[in-house]
Nanobody, 118 residues
C-alpha cells in the first residue's frame, strides 16, 4: 500500500509564491507518474501538473510559465510544485496523486489548502 502526504499549503497574497511538497511512502512505486491536481469550491478537480519517472512534465495551460513541478533527484517518490505569481483563481485544495504505470493503480493524498488573497 502507498500513502501520499502533501505539505506546504497556506495563505499568500496575489503575486506571491508557495512551494508544495508530496511524499509517497510504503510500497515501491516503480515507474510512475506523480502529479498535482486542484479543486476549487463548486468546481471539478483538475490536473495542474504531472511528472513521470523519466522527468517528462505536463502542465495545465492556466499555470504554464508560473508553476514548476519537479522530482527529488535522489528519491523517486518525492515531488514538488513551485508556484509563483499566484493569482486569486489559484485558490483551491491541492491534491497529490501517484500512479503506478505497471498496474495503473492510483493513490491520492488528503489535500492541502492554498488560498491566494487579492
Amino acid at each position: 500500500q502507498v500513502q501520499v502526504v502533501e505539505s506546504g499549503g497556506g495563505l499568500v497574497q496575489a503575486g506571491g509564491s508557495l512551494r508544495l511538497s508530496c511524499v509517497a511512502s510504503g510500497s515501491t512505486l516503480g515507474n510512475n507518474v506523480m502529479g498535482w491536481y486542484r479543486q476549487a469550491p463548486g468546481k471539478q478537480r483538475e490536473l495542474v501538473a504531472s511528472i513521470s519517472s523519466g522527468g517528462y512534465t505536463n502542465y495545465a495551460d492556466s499555470v504554464k510559465g508560473r508553476f514548476t513541478i519537479s522530482r527529488d533527484i535522489a528519491e523517486n517518490n518525492k515531488v514538488y510544485l513551485q508556484m509563483n505569481s499566484l493569482k486569486p483563481e489559484d485558490t483551491a485544495v491541492y491534491y497529490c496523486n501517484a500512479r503506478k504505470l505497471m498496474t495503473s493503480t492510483t493513490y491520492w493524498g488528503q489535500g492541502t489548502q492554498v488560498t491566494v488573497s487579492s
